[in-house]
């Protein structure tokens, strides 16, 4: 049997310890391509690059046993994942893991997430494809309680595989024992007081992104957010489609 080949990305670029995490996770279950941003990417969902020209670069692999290689890309994780497909890997991968993720992608920010578009990506060519985030974005964060769920969750998915159009969002509680997982919706929720006002030496105001996430159904004991607070991990089920099938005919009564 040919050995699973694994698709690594993330959005806080190559640097970043959760990419290194996950790939020694990773390479335990399959041969590792990281291909990850030059630079931190967050909060890029979707975009990938049109007008700019992309550099692909790549990495000493020493830290690893020896069937990862490593690769960074100059641009955002969509177009890693392309250039991935397009020019990088040797065959198609049997799985897309993303992140671990430095912060939380749970309730609203699986909209913005660079991390989640990248899984996106990849869900939307047919390859089974996970995120996996903590609620930490300290560069220090401590991973530990999260690795046998992202070991586990990766094994259960090369194994059995994921629903057609399916790909999954993982966050991890930080700095807690991990109590258990459960797989839920992502909550609805909003962010408040999202970028605060500074004044720069020449007098002229900018801005910077700031915030709390507000969950806005605290008691719906089926969201991430309301189990995360209780010091569980969650799994969304997540599909790129995001037609509203069920509102096609009150569209159309709308509009005649």
């Not at 990862?68 to 049997?94: E, Q, W, Y």
């Not at 609620?135 to 999260?146: G, L, R």
């Not at 408040?192 to 004044?199: D, G, L, V």
Request: charged content about 15%.
């Amino acid at each position: 049997m040919e050995t699973p080949l694994i698709l690594i990305s993330n959005d806080d670029g190559i640097a970043a310890p959760g990419i290194h995490v996950l790939a020694g996770i990773a390479q335990r279950l399959g041969d590792v391509y990281i291909v990850a941003p030059s630079a931190p990417q967050s909060g890029m969902s979707s975009a990938m690059s049109v007008n700019t020209p992309l550099r692909i670069t790549e990495h000493n692999s020493s830290g690893y046993d020896g069937n990862v290689r490593v690769f960074s890309v100059s641009g955002t994780p969509v177009d890693c994942i392309k250039l991935a497909m397009h020019n990088i890997l040797p065959r198609r991968p049997d799985l897309m893991l993303c992140g671990i993720n430095h912060g939380s992608n749970a309730g609203n920010n699986l909209i913005y997430s660079g991390t989640m578009g990248a899984v996106m990506e990849a869900c939307m060519i047919g390859i089974p494809a996970i995120g996996y985030s903590l609620t930490h974005h300290s560069m220090a964060a401590d991973f530990t309680q999260a690795m046998p769920y992202v070991e586990k969750i990766s094994r259960a998915v090369i194994a059995s595989g994921l629903p057609e159009g399916l790909c999954l969002n993982v966050n991890f509680p930080a700095k807690v024992a991990i109590e258990g997982l459960r797989v839920v919706r992502s909550a609805k929720s909003h962010w408040t007081e999202e970028y605060r006002e500074y004044t720069d030496p020449s007098g002229r105001p900018f801005y910077w992104l700031t915030g709390k996430q507000i969950n806005d159904e605290p008691d719906a004991d089926d969201t991430d957010l309301y189990w995360l607070d209780r010091n569980y991990a969650t799994v969304v089920p997540v599909t790129p489609d995001q037609t509203n099938v069920s509102a096609i005919k009150a569209v159309e009564a709308i509009i005649g």
